[in-house]
């Protein structure tokens, strides 16, 4: 399989614990980006990178989020004290900076109780 | 500010038929625009892609037209099958930026057999 991989998919966790999601982008693919989407809408922009460089980081990015990708292959978003309005699936995505068409995972499920 | 928008939450269509799926921008630094297709507990699929020096783009059933001038693009399924009931997203890129891509809310589609 040579698509975007996420580990784990699903996450249940007790506010203010910590959670931590990995993905492994397309062989290649110099770009990674996270996602987060709520339900009934898109997902939307949380951080990229391209090679090790975090390059770019939304807003939505508050400083208990944390995302490293310290080789310039697999990324991780860590997220501290969690909060019950973190609840979201956290997607990643990759592409080549050669392309335009950007690649997703299937996603990890994070519920805060 | 909503700058992708997909009006339409749901369209029903029948098996065979043509389904049209609108979605409108507001941002003229959008120059690449992305259908994706989404099944409950997955990542986006990507189906298919434009670019703003185009006006139409064509991929076995699925087609996509883009007006830059009236800041509209509509993927076109024909002939729609049951299988491709799924939530759909728009999403745009800017020229410029990380390359991130700003998505639509999403329009869910049903095809009745």
């Known amino acids: 399989d040579t698509g975007v991989s996420q580990d784990p998919r699903h996450k249940i966790t007790k506010r203010g614990q910590n959670v931590t999601f990995r993905c492994d982008p397309i062989s290649e693919h110099n770009r990674l980006y996270w996602y987060r989407q709520t339900l009934g809408q898109g997902p939307e922009f949380l951080t990229y990178f391209q090679n090790e460089a975090q390059l770019e980081k939304s807003r939505l990015l508050s400083d208990r989020f944390s995302a490293e990708r310290p080789k310039g292959s697999f990324s991780t978003l860590e997220i501290q004290r969690t909060e019950q309005g973190d609840s979201a699936m956290y997607l990643c995505a990759s592409s080549h900076s050669s392309g335009n068409t950007i690649y997703f995972g299937e996603g990890s499920w994070l519920t805060v109780v | 500010d909503q700058q992708v928008k997909q009006n339409s939450p749901s369209l029903s269509v029948q098996e065979g038929r043509i389904s049209i799926l609108n979605c409108d921008y507001t941002?003229?630094?959008?120059?690449?625009f992305l259908w994706y297709k989404k099944y409950p507990a997955e990542g986006p699929t990507f189906l298919i892609s434009i670019s703003s020096i185009k006006d139409k783009n064509e991929d076995g059933r699925f087609t996509v037209f883009l007006n830059k001038s009236a800041k509209h693009l509509s993927l076109h399924i024909v002939p729609s099958q049951p299988g491709d009931s799924a939530v759909y997203f728009c999403a745009a890129m800017a020229a410029g930026s990380a390359r991130q891509l700003t998505f639509g809310s999403g329009t869910q589609l049903t095809v009745l057999p």
């Open positions: 941002n003229s630094m959008f120059d690449y």
